[in-house]
């Protein structure tokens, strides 16, 4: 079976470089799956974990937002914000989350928003460690 290479980067360093089966993302207009050999494509990313599919195993990759560059050999994952599970602080995005909470019955719609993004970026960090979504 052939592979397609998956580079993950964010401003300060490369995050995840491997050769893999298949990449899931969120993008804006829904879920894609990539496998090797898919037609060039770029597109805007949700906050959202990535599921990246090397043989029978599943890697997970807290991605918060960018964009995703296809060609046919290779996958580039812009993000501002990319961690693996293993860096990712588990109690601190559980408190993050708590606070995002409490912040989102805000009359302010900037208050709000802000909230809003800071609860998904939580949630997500919380649901790559736990691999439950």
Do not use: C, W
């Not at 401003?11 to 879920?31: L, Q, S």
């Not at 960018?66 to 050999?73: A, W």
């Not at 909470?101 to 709000?112: A, F, G, T, V, Y």
């Amino acid at each position: 079976m052939s592979t397609i290479r998956l580079e993950i980067v964010t401003p300060e360093r490369k995050v995840y470089e491997k050769d893999v089966d298949m990449v899931v993302v969120k993008g804006i207009a829904g879920e894609l799956g990539i496998l090797p050999n898919h037609i060039p494509l770029v597109t805007p990313l949700k906050i959202a974990p990535v599921k990246v599919k090397i043989g029978k195993e599943e890697e997970f990759i807290a991605v918060h937002g960018g964009f995703m560059e296809v060609r046919k050999d290779k996958i580039v994952i812009l993000a501002e914000i990319a961690e693996l599970p293993g860096e990712i602080d588990v109690d601190r995005a559980k408190k993050a989350r708590e606070r995002a909470q409490s912040r989102m019955n805000s009359n302010d719609s900037s208050e709000l928003l802000r909230a809003e993004i800071a609860l998904q970026k939580a949630i997500n960090r919380i649901s790559v460690t736990d691999k439950h979504f």
